[in-house]
């Protein structure tokens, strides 16, 4: 369990690096062709920062409400406090608040910007359909996303994609209105005889990036939420002990056909499973925020 989620640790480590090499390679390619690629990077920062830090600490207010949740209370739900309680103690957490999504679909997700404004939400479903130990392991998963905190690390992925989107938004603007400039620029600094070559190669790459970057962006923000994704199970499994009480529950999620009525795209990637219908195959790996169950499973099953 310990090399499990070490392992996914250095992975998501390994591609929020990647993201940041990327970001400097786009500020530094923005500068070769518009000579403001430093101003550019610290005002795309910012914008994104700006764009994104509101809703990071109204967060667990707007998914609520998106979500049509309602908060409940030990009397309400004396077996859901129960789990919550018990696996608060073995996390060393603050215990989160409850809510309730009343859906005959079995789901649940954790929201809040840290562990004291940490919100668990399960559906009327789930705990209609899962026994004791299930139960437990989902909510061992949801209390391992609030632990690890993954909502910062997600909130620092989207605050990258968003300066990925704007730097290259900006670089394409300037080939279009500004490209003979930035060309310019690039045959000066380089009065060689290879400088004219090399300024045309800072060109291409620069459009090249300037349209795949933010589609690299984004399926790098999906990577980082599937490796979250099975930190969380390993988390979990260490948090009950009995790794295929999760399994179990995830088998039995993944197998409920009924959809989840108020889960949309903003909001699939909270769940413990993918409330939306999967497009399936290979494309269906690069652009879900969920691994496959059967890979989860099977991750579980080897603990």
């Known amino acids: ?11 998501s480590f390994f591609l929020i690096f990647f993201f940041l090499c990327l970001i400097f390679v786009l500020a530094w390619l923005f500068e070769q062709l518009a000579g403001m690629g430093t101003e550019g990077l610290i005002a795309a920062v910012i ?55 009343d859906d005959s679909a079995p789901n649940a997700f954790a929201t809040g910007r840290n562990p004291k404004n940490s919100v ?42 968003g300066v990925v989107a704007l730097l290259s938004d900006w670089m394409l603007r300037t080939f279009w209105w500004g490209g003979g400039r930035g060309r310019k620029i690039g045959r000066g600094k380089g009065r060689g005889s290879g400088g004219g070559g090399a300024a045309a190669i800072i060109v291409v790459v620069g459009l090249i990036l300037a349209i795949l970057s933010p589609l690299i962006a984004q399926l790098i923000h999906f990577a980082v939420s599937r490796k979250r994704e099975f930190l969380a199970d390993a988390s979990g499994a260490m948090l009950t002990r009995y790794p295929p009480g999760l399994a179990s529950a995830l088998r039995k999620i993944a197998a409920d056909k009924e959809p989840l009525e108020v889960a949309n795209k903003a909001t699939a990637h909270l769940y413990i499973v993918n409330p939306l219908k999967d497009i399936g195959g290979a494309v269906n790996k690069l652009f879900s925020t969920h691994p496959p169950i059967e890979e989860r499973i099977a991750a579980l099953e080897k603990m």
């Open 1 to 11: 369990m310990y090399e499990q989620i070490a392992r996914n640790k250095w992975r």
């Open 47 to 101: 914008i994104a920062v700006a764009m994104t830090i509101g809703s990071y600490y109204a967060s667990d207010k707007i998914v609520l409400a998106m979500s049509k949740a309602r908060p409940v209370e030990k009397k309400d739900y004396p077996y859901l406090y129960n789990v919550v309680e018990g696996l608060t103690i073995a996390a060393g957490l603050p215990k989160p608040r409850c809510y309730i999504i």
């Open 120 to 161: 668990i939400v399960v559906t009327t479903g789930l705990l209609d359909k899962l026994n004791r130990v299930e139960l437990e392991g989902v909510i061992a998963h949801e209390m391992s996303h609030i632990k690890n905190y993954d909502v910062l690390v997600q909130t620092l992925t989207v605050v990258m994609v």
